[in-house]
Each structure stands twice: as C-alpha cells, then as structure tokens.
C-alpha cells in the first residue's frame, strides 16, 4: 500500500468530488487530505515503485545500458521528499477547510488534481515522472483560475496556460537533451549542472522551464497577473504549489548554483517594489510570494560553499523557508479571501476599520504578516534566519546586506501596509461580520502554527534534509531583527503619505506579452492584410490581362472563332492534304 504515490488520493478525491452529495463531498475534501499525509509518512527512504512503461533503448544502439535505467519511478521516498509532502498535505487539507463554502465544486475538484500532482512531484524519482506531474499541475492550476469565472480570469487563465504551456515544453526540450547526454532519467542524487554540465543546452533548457514555475525573471509577471483573478478561495491553493514545486526541485537539480544568488535577488526586490506600488490587496500579497520565493532561490544558490556545513545551512533554509512560507502565506491569503468574501472589496482604497467588525480575521491576518516579516517567536523567524546566515558565513557581505535591507522591505509591504490599510486605516464605512466558522476554523489552525513553530522550531528542525545545529534564537539575532523591524515600521508611518495608493496601474514585465506584443501582433496582421490585398490585387490584374488575350486570340470575337467561307475551307483542306501526301511520299 505504502509504494503507491501519496498525490494519487487527491487527485482520486478531486475527480470524486464532482459526483458525491453535500456529506460525500465534505468528507473527501477534510478526509483526503489527511490520508494523504498518513501516507507521506508511510513511504521509507529510497524506490518503493518502479513502472516498466518506456522503452528508450532504440535511441542509443550499441550503448551498454543499466538495467531498468527508463523505468519511471513514481515513488521515491527521502527526507526532502517527506517535508514537503508534509506541508503539502497540511496545506489540503487547511484550503479545502477555508474552501468549504465554495458552491463552485468544479474549483475544488480542480484544486485537488492540482494539489495532487505538487505531491506526485515531491516524490518522484525520474524526470519524466516530474514532467508528468508537473503537467497535470499547470492544468489543474488553469482550471482553478478559470472556474472564478470573470472576464478577468478567463484572460489572465489564458495568460497564465500561455506560459506555462511555454515552460514545459523548454522543459520537455531540456529533459530530452538529458536523456541523451546520460541515457537515463534519474532525478536526484547527483545534480543536474554536475551530470551534464553548462556546456549542455539541456541543463539551461530545464533551469529555465523550473525557473519560470518559481516566478523568476523575465517571466515573473504571470503571477501577480493570474492569482488575483481567482475566487476568495483559489489564491489560498495556488499560492502553495507551483513555486514551491519549483523549489523543490531546483534543490534536488541546482543546489549551489551560484546564478541563483542574484536571480533570488532579483526576484527579492522585485516583489518588495511592486507589493509597495499596488492597491490590490491580493496583488500585494502575489507580489510577495515572488518576494519570498526570491529568499528561497537565493538560499538554494548559497550551497555552493567548499565547506559542506555551510551548504547544508542554506539548504535547510531555503526548505524550512518554503515549509513556513506555505503556512504563513496561506494564512495571509485567508485573511483577504475573508475579507474579499464578506465585502466583495480587494482595493485598499475601498477598505479600512474592518477590526471593528472581523475582529479574528484581523488577528489571524497579523500573525501571517509578522511571521513573513520574520518577527521573533512566528515561523518566518526560524526558517529565513538560516538563508541569511548562511550568506553571513560565507563572508558574503554584500549579500546579507541585501538580505537583510529586504527583510526590512518585506515588513513594510506585508507585515504593516497589508493589515493596517485592509483593517487599520481611515474608516470605510464597511461593517461585515466574521466569514463562516470553517473559514475561521482554517485561519485559526495556520495561525497557531505560526506561532507554534516561531516558539519551538525543533519538530520542522527534525524533518529538514540535513541534521541542523542552527539555533535561532540567539541575544544578537534576536536585537537585530527587533532593530530592524521597528526602525522599518517606523519608515513606514513617517512616510505614510506616500504609501497611500490611488486607483492607479503597475506596468510590468507582462507589458511587453500583454499590450506591446499585442500591438505588434496587431500590426503585423494590418501589414499582412495589406500584402495579401497587394498580391491578390497584382495576381488578379495578371490573370485579367491575360484572359483578355486569350479572348482576342481564342474568344467569341477572334479571327479563329469567325465563321469560313466554304471555297477558303476546301482550299485549306487541299493545302493540308498535298501536304501529308508529300511528307507520305517521302
């Protein structure tokens, strides 16, 4: 039982969810999730299932293969594997426990194959299993976009299936150069960069088609453009998984690559400006997911230490740091699908004094916001810590001194203007109560572990890839990240003037795909009308002259078309005549 991959009960309870009552329903969407979660933690280390279904042998002639070296391995259990299956399932079950009120079950179906194929990636052991998996992902994510539907989210699903129809098949063209450069599909173990090398357009192709699943430059646009477009409740999902895939498996690819430094940087800064820039409150909060995967990609670039030490620091950190990031994030976006539920309302703007009323939903929402500003004593504090000393370690100075100006940047974006201008600022007028007590329910449990982690981090220390020695909570850290939080949250109200937004629009990356290329394409289309119109004009006019032709040598009114008198007919007949006699006699 235990062999069989763990996301198949999702997926099963997603394509079930459709054809069951109101009990059957409620029970597959809290009970699968939770079987699935026994079930990650029933699968040991190593291959428990192994599917003879390739037969790649005809590609190399000749070539000594190892046994078995195409068969899928769908399940393949180690400690990276079980963690984020972990979270994974908790993050289920908690988004199907907020989702409960969705009358749409096409979302939640969908949200289930989604979540079930993160799980299938998370273990699995070849990179075509990966593929498959990371296929059905991009599926199940655009149907969550689309069964919001709005206008909005048809357009920004389509955007989004545009995308990432576009990195998988970068990915598929990488993996197949992998194939031929090691005649296998083993994932894992080895890295990627180490078996072929950056010499091998395959190791770029698949670097890129991951890269484009975190949220990475220039592609990072799609989801600040998608996931807002959703119901209240399908940002909660699609916040957990596709960026955390992609973590997951540029650990397991790319560690210690040291490119990934100065693109998590970029990505860092990136969502810290446009979150600062935005009305939206669940732009805000998209920004800071690329924001965050930014800290976790940068962590994963840190391995590349000499000193194996400093390399399982900033590994652990980036894993602890997407364990943490799910929960907290999730629970930010709980507290806005409440709101956006119970108002109708997502611009800061049209929001304000909602603590009077939802007075849960505003504690829950702080308690993510200080933990994704790693606050002491909340989760962020225990899992981002270990990234930036790792950087510290490594004598990186410029490095942490980023890391650190930016965990300022985030407190200002998430951890103060997210609650105070949704709950805090000038009174709006608006008094909706608490959302339903399932919703609540969701809130509630991914608040304590918020701070249930931050106070006692040992049991995520326990299931992290490498044995930590990390100890968070030391007098200098601690003053610190106090030092630095209060000075930022001071910034922020000294400046609050200019934090305040207006009904204004962000132009991003997306411009160029979205309105430029639009225009392009546009234009390209009225030049080629033009042409076609040119040609076909040109074409008609020759055919014209040359039926006219025709008509004066061949037509109704040419000198072969007239009618022969009979004397000149016998003439010609003669005339013919003496000649075949002639050539006859010849």
């Known amino acids: 039982m235990n062999s069989l991959p763990p996301g198949l009960i999702l997926i099963a309870a997603g394509l079930l969810l459709p054809f069951g009552g109101p009990r059957l329903r409620q029970g597959l969407i809290l009970g699968a999730p939770l079987l699935a979660l026994w079930w990650v933690w029933q699968i040991p280390d190593g291959v428990h299932l192994k599917l003879h279904l390739l037969d790649l042998a005809w590609m190399f002639p000749g070539a000594d293969l190892k046994p078995g070296a195409f068969d899928l391995e769908l399940v393949r259990g180690d400690r990276l594997a079980r963690l984020f ?14 989702a409960l009120p969705q009358k749409r ?11 079930g194929a993160a799980l299938g990636v998370a273990f699995a052991g070849d990179i075509i299993s990966v593929f498959i998996f990371w296929e059905i992902m991009a599926i199940g994510s655009t149907l969550v976009i689309w069964s919001a539907a709005t206008k ?6 389509l955007r989004y299936a545009a995308i990432h129809l576009l990195g998988g098949v970068i990915l598929m063209a990488g993996i197949a150069d992998y194939i031929v ?18 010499d091998r357009p395959g190791t770029w192709l698949i670097l890129i088609g991951f890269l484009i699943n975190a949220g990475a430059p220039p592609f990072s646009a799609w989801l600040p453009d998608a996931y807002p477009e959703t119901s209240w409740s399908g940002m909660v999902f699609l916040s957990a998984f596709t960026t955390k895939t992609a973590v997951f498996v540029l650990i397991r690819g790319f560690p210690g690559m040291e490119l990934l430094i100065w693109v998590g940087l970029y990505m860092i800064f990136y969502g810290i400006i446009y979150a600062l820039l935005e009305n939206d409150m669940r732009r805000i909060l998209a920004y800071s997911i690329v924001n965050q995967v930014g800290f976790m990609v940068c962590g994963i670039g840190l391995a590349g230490s000499a000193d194996p030490e400093f390399n399982r620091l900033a590994l652990n950190g980036a894993a602890s740091h997407a364990f943490t990031h799910i929960i907290y994030k999730a629970l930010l976006l709980m507290s806005a699908g409440s709101v956006l539920y119970m108002t109708g309302k997502r611009k800061c703007t049209d929001l304000g004094g909602l603590f009077r009323t939802m007075p849960l939903t505003m504690i829950c929402g702080t308690i993510g916001a200080l933990s994704i500003s790693s ?29 650190m100006a930016a965990s300022a940047g985030v407190f200002l974006h998430a951890g103060i203007k997210f609650p105070w201008f949704v709950f805090f600022q000038k009174d709006s007028g608006l008094r909706p109560p608490e959302p339903p007590r399932t919703m609540r329910g969701a809130m509630v449990l991914f608040a304590f572990l918020c701070i249930f982690l931050g106070v006692w981090p040992d049991p995520l220390y326990a299931i992290l890839p490498y044995p930590v020695s990390y100890v968070p909570y030391t007098a200098e850290h601690v003053v610190t990240m106090f030092q630095l939080l209060l000075f930022s949250g001071l910034a922020f109200f000294l400046l609050l003037p200019l934090m305040k937004r207006t009904l204004t629009i962000s132009l991003d990356v997306d411009w160029f795909y979205r309105k430029f290329g639009t225009a392009v394409a ?26 006219s032709r025709m008509l004066r040598v061949a037509g109704p009114q040419s000198r072969m078309a007239r009618t022969w008198q009979t004397a000149g007919m016998v003439g010609l007949i003669l005339i013919l005549m003496a000649v075949y006699l002639v050539l006859a006699l010849a």
Request: net charge neutral; charged share 10%.
């Open 85 to 98: 299956g972990t979270v994974f399932a908790v993050m289920a079950f908690a988004g199907g426990l907020f």
């Open 105 to 115: 079950t096409t979302e939640l179906s969908a949200a289930y194959c989604y979540a």
């Open 152 to 157: 909005g989210a048809r357009a920004a699903g």
């Open 181 to 198: 450069a090691t005649q296998s599909i083993a994932f894992g173990g080895d890295a990627i960069q180490n078996i072929l090398g950056f």
């Open 375 to 403: 606050f002491p004593f909340t989760s962020g504090f225990i899992s981002k810590s270990m990234i930036s000393s790792s950087a510290a370690e490594q004598h990186m100075l410029w490095v942490w001194l980023a890391l």
């Open 522 to 547: 546009r234009e390209f289309g009225l030049q080629g009308e033009k042409l076609q119109i040119g040609v076909f004009g040109l074409v008609g006019r020759f055919l014209e002259r040359g039926h």
